[in-house]
């Protein structure tokens, strides 16, 4: 939000009640005002990670609260690509060795979504920082259906060239969930490479 509101660029982000009709209307007729203005529409999906997190391998029988979250969360997404304006790019996002990855309604989503150009980004490279200085070896996967915006991600992210990352101690995870402004800045720059792309000689 902060990264569209520096660049002036039309922004609107739905952080609860994913699942209401109300909210999804609401999206619906941002998009469509959007587009009848001449803009190029991004949708960009994320959901809670923690459910598929590694550590839930420990307990692989116990529902908790974040899997009920992510359940009600993820089983809405399909809906936002079938409003009858649709985005004319789209992208979604958890770090790379998560389990969700893996669940029937994710790879339903992605296909609803035609989202099949993936890029890994190494969070390293976008500046993210454990408390000692080291850079954290954390690894996102976005995936696409324009790949132009991989590609941009790529550009900027695809290779890790630290020699050291700090330790997973050293690391305050929670602060990893968040898109600091590099990564939120490269959002935008992927976004607007599907764009230029598809509209050549566009520059807005």
Known sequence: RKACETSKIPYCGVVENVELRGTQMSVSQFISSK??????????????????????RFSPDSVTASDLEWETIMSSVPAYFRFSVKPDSASFELPKHN???????TIKALSEGELVFDQDVYLCQAQYRASNGLPIGKVLRFVSNHKPFCDSLFA???VCTCREHASLSDVTWSDT?????????AILNAAKACMRKSKPGRSS
């Not at 389990?99 to 309604?105: A, F, L």
């Open 35 to 56: 587009k009848s203005e001449g803009h190029w529409i991004h949708m960009h999906v994320s959901t809670p990670c923690s459910s598929g997190s590694p550590l839930k």
């Open 99 to 105: 389990d969700i990855w893996k669940r029937d309604q």
């Open 156 to 158: 900027r992210f695809g």
């Open 177 to 185: 969930g968040y898109y600091n402004p590099t990564l939120s800045r």
